[in-house]
């Protein structure tokens, strides 16, 4: 059930009034999608908004003392905290996971990252500190405000396109604090390399937002880029699960990119799972590819001493 930030749902209201003794009268647990929270974030210097889904569990009495992993999810280019709820369907695909197929419950929070690419350009004039942002500040608040798990073995990070580049980033920078990173059709542009020059200026303005300078600057972009950071999973102290998804058909050749990153990361007997499937650019990959994404995350085993 979609909700808004303001709203406070009938059934709970008729609860307090002692007129129902459960949540919907003996009814199952119904799953909460509430869109377009927020909190101030000392790296971006005010407010950060997202949507964050609870699982039907989340309120029933019997589970009051448990605590959930929570996936962060992050959109691409042009999106915001709304996108991956209505466009993504994420309420519809994790209810029907966990009730008709076992999905071990997640927390899901949708962050807005606004075209930041998910990293910090404060000091550039560029969106703000969204790397940081999401990496430290987001947590914290949930971690704070609802039962979610705060350990690394409860934190996984994934995206699509923009949010693929910027969970790969995060996960590869800092494997210590996530269990495993999902990047659907992620947005690597591996033809950038030192002093290339794009043929469209304004329309890397227009795509990028002034996240690695303006005009963009290649090589603050490879600096931010996730291979950047791949001898730091090479021989993590945990296993970080990696899992790279792409459509077939993608105009923009993300399914090529993300071949390249796999054969790279196999090159370094780093373990990776790769999915290619019919499809685009699209939600259509991105909804089909959730799912699957989700299972693959429960099905982790627990790291050594976990």
């Known amino acids: ?75 691409g280019v042009g999106d915001d905290e709304r996108s ?12 029907r996971l966990i009730r008709a197929e076992g999905l071990k419950p997640f927390i ?15 000091d550039i004039g560029g969106p703000g500190n969204y790397g940081s942002a999401v990496r430290d500040d987001l947590p914290l608040h949930v971690e704070a405000r609802w039962r979610a798990m705060e350990t690394r073995d409860g934190r996984f990070v994934a995206g699509l396109s923009m949010g693929g580049f910027g969970a790969l980033r995060l996960a590869f920078e800092y494997p210590e604090r996530y269990r495993a990173v999902g990047a659907l059709s992620a947005a690597l542009w591996n ?3 030192p002093g290339w020059k794009p043929a469209d200026p304004a329309r890397m ?21 996730p291979r950047r950071y791949l001898p730091r ?7 970080l699960g990696i899992y790279l998804a ?3 058909d993608d105009g923009f050749g993300t399914q090529f ?16 799972e790769l999915r290619i499937d019919d499809g685009g650019h699209d939600w259509k990959v991105w909804r089909k590819a959730l799912g699957p994404m989700l299972q693959w995350f429960a099905s982790l085993p627990k790291p050594s001493g976990g």
Not at 84 to 95: A, C, I, K, N, Q
Not at 108 to 122: A, E, F
């Open 191 to 193: 033809r950038v390399a």
């Open 233 to 239: 999973i090479q021989n993590p102290p945990e296993p």
């Open 205 to 225: 303005t227009q795509i990028f937002d002034g996240s690695f300078g303006a005009p963009f600057d290649p090589q603050r972009f490879l600096l931010n880029h």
């Open 257 to 272: 990119a993300t071949l390249e990153l796999f054969e790279e990361l196999r090159e370094r007997t780093i373990p990776v």
């Open 246 to 248: 792409a459509g077939d």
């Open 108 to 122: 899901v929070v949708m962050p807005s990252g606004t075209r930041s690419w998910w990293v910090d350009s404060g």
């Open 1 to 75: 059930m979609i909700r808004l930030a303001a709203r406070r749902p009938v059934a709970r209201v008729l609860v307090a009034l002692g007129l129902l003794a459960g949540p919907l009268a003996g009814a199952p647990a119904a799953a909460e999608m509430l869109l377009s929270q927020s909190f101030e974030s000392p790296a971006l210097g005010g407010p950060m908004r997202f949507s964050i889904y609870l699982p039907p569990s989340y309120h029933e009495a019997a589970e009051a003392d448990r605590r959930y992993p929570v996936v962060y999810l992050l959109h």
């Open 84 to 95: 991956w709820p209505v466009f993504g369907r994420v309420e519809e695909t994790l209810d």
